[in-house]
């Protein structure tokens, strides 16, 4: 049974660092993408960073490049997002996401939800002003 689990979240001043592990299990995760998104109140789930399964190539939401990080341990099974320079609009749920179905390839990332099939249960990132 595949699990994700997210962990780093937690309250920082704007301006601020956090750094969010997701640890997998249940599989080896190594030949397979992984991805961050992010849900705020009220508002879409919506992409925030994808790395492919060799950590070679990464995609960023906007909002996020040059301030976020993804990278992958792929003999650990866990992938991390270095969050730098953290702004009050980036309040949200976080949370990590794995594709293991084969899927089209997209040269821009793979940026839907549905482009993934399973998630970790959410860690919350809240940024003070």
């Known amino acids: 049974q595949v699990q994700l689990v997210e962990s780093g979240g937690g309250l920082v001043q704007a301006g601020g660092s956090l750094r969010l592990s997701c640890a997998a299990s249940?599989?080896?995760?190594?030949?397979?993408?992984m991805g961050w998104f992010r849900q705020a109140p009220g508002k879409e789930r919506e992409f925030v960073a994808d790395i492919r399964w060799s950590g070679g190539n990464t995609y960023y939401a906007d909002s996020v490049k040059g301030r976020f990080t993804i990278s992958r341990d792929n003999a650990e099974n866990t992938v991390a997002l270095q969050m730098n320079s953290l702004k009050p609009e980036d309040t949200a749920v976080y949370y990590c996401a794995v594709r293991i179905r084969p899927r089209l390839y997209k040269s821009s990332g793979y940026r839907d939800p549905d482009d993934y099939d399973y998630w970790g249960q959410g860690t919350q990132v809240t940024v003070s002003s």
């Open positions: 249940g599989r080896t995760f190594s030949s397979y993408g």
